[in-house]
């Protein structure tokens, strides 16, 4: 038995139901025991109507989410939401649970609105396949142009944790989309739940970046059914951080033409909105993607990256950067280092940009990955 | 006689001195007469030492600006910064004038010392060189990956301007940086200059994005000899605006990779804060680009991007977009439109992308280009 089923009381399922041309596109986490849950949502002021219609239900108690991927039901208007309203209604009816307990999750195009006449009868097959479903049907239905299934499983003892996730790639194959899923029998109530879930999610899902945009229907849900009863919340704490961790790094290796997974830390920032606006920006810096896509030992365009965010505080002078634990920027001036040593390195998968600010205590590690040609083909394409 | 040539008492030159392995590296432009100036500098915190040489000039008149492509003196610590001073003194001195009066620029790869053994006794050459160099030659000494020159000339009865610049492409091939020289004959103050210029380069060089990458030695200067002298402020602003608006689209065309000028037009803001803030996310998207760049009418990926700023206001539910003044988004939601019509447009090397947020008057324009795979291999590469 796979990850999320392990946890006692969740049935899960996934199916085609046609909305991509081919491969599972429906699927459903159900809870037998309605269970409390909180959910972290993307920062994008342009959302699906699924966001709100889920955000309105953060006091009640949940049975099911219902998640498609191949459209993300986005400029959709006040159709979008009707269609939201309809999917979560006929689960419920189906699933023999509250209308208000269903949470709807979408990913794929931006703009085009959802297929009904093939996810109504597609709600009625996926409800029956719960009792054969496995985690891989589930995982398969909300993924788009994702290469790998994503899923960490977590057993502290006094209770479990799984997770699924997919993205961040472009969606079918047009948007950049994370969606999160995770289950555990541990006993919290919503607004715990909460606190807990945002914490782990600044530290892992919020430090990662494939490409700089921010989706319109990202987001983390975490279902507690209780069925273990209550825990001890800071150990918890750490096992939902190490599922969290775990599911992002694998969301940055499966990247969109990803071909290295690159780990930026930066040390002795003044504060940790400093650390990470500096991480960020070298995370997002199109040339520090391309070098480390071509084994460069391109310190320059790291170097320039510090320098870029308007309001982090830097001082050049004091700046030392490591590539792969080599020194190469050492108090703002090149290093002496053996060039060919540190190509050597890069070629590792992973890469580790560390930078030294000496200007406080605070720090911050941030994960992104190389951008290849690879990427430009997949988002240049359309369909 | 070409544009900079035009301006009485200007001189100009470029040579191969040998910092890069072929091609023109070494430029000069000389005004024989001692001129006022301005110029506007790059936001990074990471400079240059010849971005705060310049500074210092600031209430100095001036007689030369030496620039050299290939080497961009960052990353280099105090030996930099006495490198650019043993450039200006030596130019000072070959030219026969102050030593307070030289400005000195760089554009190319970061971390790299000067090879001052090459440039000292190419000075001596590119001063003598003043006699026959033509705007040719001085263009070729300053580009890097610039595939074409980019030059502009205006000609206002009372005075003249003429410019040249370079970038934004990679350095050498590893840095984005561009650089602008404008000259006239006009005859203003240096503050009053300075406020013009500023003007002009908010408008326009701060309105482009290549790659949403800010260079370490970003520079836009202007020189007034004054030779026609007093002229019509408000007409020179608009002159200087022509100058300065052609220039920066030169770049963008310009761009590495590019194969098509984006023109992001974003209407209806509450202020122009946040008409630039929405239109600079969209410009540095690379979905967008990309989308352009594969001639699709990928409208959810404009929509997204307005959304991404975190301090810029938007209602999802007023937004109109056009691509090719097809409208694709009316108030949030898909509008009606002919794909194959907007696909057949979208294949033009100019693209307009016009957002209508419907939340105030304020308006802005800012050019990007596509995102293709040779801007990949162009980063990639290391040499």
Not at 276 to 296: D, F
Not at 345 to 360: C, D, N, P, S, V
């Amino acid at each position: 038995m796979e990850g999320l089923l392990t946890i006692p009381g969740i049935k899960v399922g996934g199916i085609h139901c046609g909305i991509k041309r081919k491969g599972k596109d429906l699927s459903l986490i159900y809870s037998e025991r309605p269970s409390n849950w909180a959910g972290v949502f993307t920062r994008n002021k342009v959302t699906s109507p699924c966001i709100t219609f889920n955000k309105r239900r953060k006091n009640n108690k949940i049975s099911a989410i219902i998640i498609n991927s191949g459209n993300a039901n986005t400029g959709t208007g006040k159709r979008g939401m009707d269609d939201v309203k309809k999917i979560a209604r006929i689960t419920a009816k189906n699933l023999n649970v509250l209308y208000s307990s269903v949470l709807v999750a979408h990913t794929g195009k931006i703009g085009e609105f959802l297929p009904m006449e093939k996810i109504e009868p597609g709600i009625k097959r996926l409800v029956a396949s719960l009792h054969y479903g496995t985690q891989d049907d589930c995982m398969e239905g909300i993924m788009t142009t994702d290469r790998t299934k994503k899923d960490v499983f977590l057993d502290l003892g006094f209770c479990k944790i799984a997770g699924i996730a997919k993205g961040a790639g472009m969606i079918y194959p047009n948007m950049a989309t994370m969606l999160s899923f995770i289950v555990t029998d541990a006993c919290f109530g919503n607004s715990e739940l909460k606190e807990i879930l945002k914490n782990c999610v600044d530290e892992t899902f919020n430090r990662i970046s494939i490409d700089g945009c921010t989706s319109t229907n990202d987001m983390v849900i975490i279902m507690a059914n209780g069925t273990a009863g209550k825990v001890d919340r800071d150990k918890f704490s750490d096992g939902l951080l190490f599922i969290c961790t775990e599911l992002a790094r694998k969301i940055v290796r499966n990247g969109e033409g990803a071909t290295k997974i690159i780990r930026i830390v930066v040390e002795g920032a003044r504060t940790k909105k400093d650390a990470k606006a500096i991480a960020s920006s070298i995370a997002n810096s199109l040339l520090v993607k391309t070098a480390m896509h071509g084994e460069n030992p391109n310190f320059g365009r790291v170097l320039s990256a510090c320098g870029t965010d308007l309001l982090a505080k830097i001082d050049p002078k004091k700046i030392k950067i490591w590539l792969q634990n080599h020194l190469v920027i050492y108090c703002g001036v090149k290093a002496e280092f053996d060039r060919e040593r540190v190509k050597e390195a890069l070629k590792e998968k992973e890469i580790e940009i560390r930078i030294e600010l000496g200007l406080g205590s605070e720090s911050m590690v941030f994960l992104t990955c190389d951008l290849s040609i690879e990427y430009v083909k997949i988002n240049t394409k359309y369909s």
